[in-house]
């Protein structure tokens, strides 16, 4: 054992100090990343949307979100945080001057970053060729692993550095090195801390997947959102306070008081998130009450997205369900919800659901890959999301679909109608 461990039998304090150091920024980087996390990456990668890392190869909710992004049930964050953390200790460890324990020390961290070498190598493979999503953030903790697994390379090729006889200030010699860590770690908390503040102040940006239909002129929008035939009468934005009686929400169902926490990053959306009413619609794309009622939706959309912030939700009521609603989030990301969803609705079939050939059918029709919609299917990347958001649904009160919430509040089955809906907008956005 001894033969193999005198390799480590030395303090480098060039070496070491740069270990210690890349712990630091490591921990930092992971702290950063749960910190987002949190948050749903409503401001991108970084947490500023202005970054220039936000486009469409890096999404770190994708990544993070996965089914990658946890280990044994832990958050790879959380991992991440402990990995870094250790070898932060294991490098203050060495610099106390215990020299029958630095070996074992240095030994320990080397197997340890080997293995954080492993894993990352695993996450960088599962993000460029399973997710093909890029976390930058995550990217930075891998070239930081990188960079330590040469940096302990080195350490093992070199030889050991004899000691010099001991002497009457040695001593002082490791306080100091323990004395500059500390500062370090001080600064290191300073600087969490301040993010975590931050951040916590800062209200995610949830994606609008209209936002580029918004800009278009009417004749382009239309593609999106069906227009109402040219026979019908124009829908009113305002109804008599007379309707409002006949109108009612759910009396059995107490309100959800925090309902924006219901929101999650991959639901599709239309309207400002800072609108003063919230519209929540929990839809299963196998029931038929929901495709009836997105003929009564859609024109609510089309009259109040300038009021109130829709999102829609799905919420799985059978197996066959959730591929369909995996295949709904993909076509989000490509701005293809309501194409994607209407085609669901018109091939519906409640027994069994859709195939996955018909859903490729449906992204080839709409303008969708269907090669990159199989592959974000087969790897399962929204299917955490969909078991969290159930749940979530559940223990709020949602037992069926079609459920609307408005501002938190339930609304009566007797008042799922246009007018109804229209009405209890301009009702909640007047209070």
């Known amino acids: 054992m001894h033969r193999y461990l005198y390799r480590f039998d030395s303090w480098r304090a060039p070496l070491d100090r740069t270990v210690y150091g890349l712990a630091l920024v490591g921990i930092l980087d992971a702290a950063h990343i749960a910190i987002q996390k949190r948050g749903g990456f409503g401001q991108g990668c970084t947490g500023f949307s202005s970054s220039a890392l936000t486009g469409s190869v890096f999404d770190c909710a994708a990544v993070t979100g996965s089914e990658a992004g946890v280990f044994l049930g832990v958050s790879n964050a959380i991992w991440g945080l402990l ?7 294991l490098t203050v460890a060495t610099a106390w001057n215990f020299r029958e324990k630095r070996a074992l020390y240095k030994a320990a961290r080397t197997v340890l970053v080997a293995g954080g070498l492993a894993y990352t190598a695993y996450l960088v493979y599962y993000q460029v060729a399973v997710l093909e999503q890029l976390c930058i953030l995550c990217l930075v903790s891998a070239g930081i692993v990188v960079v330590l697994a040469i940096l302990h390379g080195i350490d093992v090729k070199l030889s050991p ?8 200030n040695m001593i002082f010699k490791p306080l100091r090195e323990i004395a500059w860590m500390g500062g370090l770690l001080l600064l290191l908390g300073t600087l969490i801390a301040a993010d975590a503040v931050y951040f916590s102040n800062s209200e995610p940006e949830f994606p609008d997947v209209f936002a580029a239909e918004a800009e278009m002129d009417a004749a382009a929008s239309s593609e999106a959102l069906p227009l109402a035939p040219a ?5 009113v934005d305002v109804v008599p306070d007379s309707a409002l009686a006949e109108c009612p929400y759910d009396p059995e169902k107490e309100p959800v008081e925090d309902f924006r926490r219901l929101i999650n990053l991959f639901d599709p959306t239309v309207g400002e998130a800072d609108a003063p009413v919230t519209v929540i619609e929990y839809f299963d794309p196998n029931c038929p009450g929901c495709k009836s ?5 859609t024109p609510v959309v089309r009259s109040h997205a300038d009021r109130a912030f829709f999102v829609f939700k799905p919420f799985v009521l059978w197996s066959h369900s959730i591929v369909q609603s995996e295949a709904l989030y993909a076509a989000t990301r490509e701005k293809k919800f309501f194409p994607m969803l209407e085609a669901q609705y018109e091939m519906q079939n409640p027994q069994t659901g859709l195939s996955l050939e018909q859903l490729r059918e449906i992204a080839e029709n709409i303008g969708m890959n269907p090669d990159v919609l199989m592959q974000r299917l087969e790897s399962r990347l929204y299917r ?3 078991e969290q958001q159930k749940n979530e649904a559940i223990e ?4 069926h679909t079609p459920t609307v919430l408005i501002n938190g509040r339930f609304v009566a089955f007797e008042s799922q109608t246009v007018e109804c809906l229209q009405s209890m907008i301009e009702e909640a956005a007047a209070q």
Do not use: C, M, N, W
């Open 396 to 399: 709020v009160g949602v037992t």
């Open 384 to 386: 955490r999301t969909l």
């Open 83 to 89: 990995f870094y953390a250790a070898v932060a200790a």
């Open 161 to 168: 550095v004899s000691s010099p006889e001991p002497s009457s």
């Open 293 to 297: 009622f997105h003929d009564v939706i």
């Open 231 to 235: 026979e019908e009468e124009p829908l």
